[in-house]
């Protein structure tokens, strides 16, 4: 288990995934009040948190700005049956560069986001500018706001895949 309420991780680099935290094997993580700036994923996923291998993320109040990936998730990539909840969240300016996918999120492999309260504004990626759904990854949406996103071939907010699930509720 890790908590963290409160604080900075900026310009936390990972060779490849995961540039400021790597959560997997069924490991829990609590954030409140966090922010996540500048932060990278060199060669891989994941700008600010890589999550994998049923392991379960809790957010309230986080600000992800201007993370950057690789290939996947500039901000968030979720995988094989991992779970994550987040409310009051804020994406801005993050991006996954090389033809990569989900400017903020992506999700794969049964991997699940509830998200709530949250803000999209000017992310960006070649594949989906905020949220790509792959493989049965799927995110549950409400009350969220999306503005001046951005892909360079398609989905300026939002890319389903291969099964991908969005259920979105104002």
Known sequence: YLGIKGGVLEENTSKFSGGAIYVLDKSEIKLEDVLFENNIAESEHGGAIYISSNAQLNMVGI???????????????????????????????????????????????????????SEFIKNSASKAGCIYLRSYGSINLSSSFFYSNFADKYGGSMVSDFEGNANINN
């Open 63 to 117: 600000k992800f700005l201007s993370n950057k990936a690789n290939q996947k998730g500039g901000s968030i990539y979720a995988n094989e049956r991992s779970s994550s909840t987040a409310s009051n969240i804020l994406f801005s300016h993050n991006q996954v560069q090389n033809l990569g996918e989900g400017g903020a999120i992506f999700i794969e492999n049964y991997g699940e986001v509830v998200l709530s309260e």
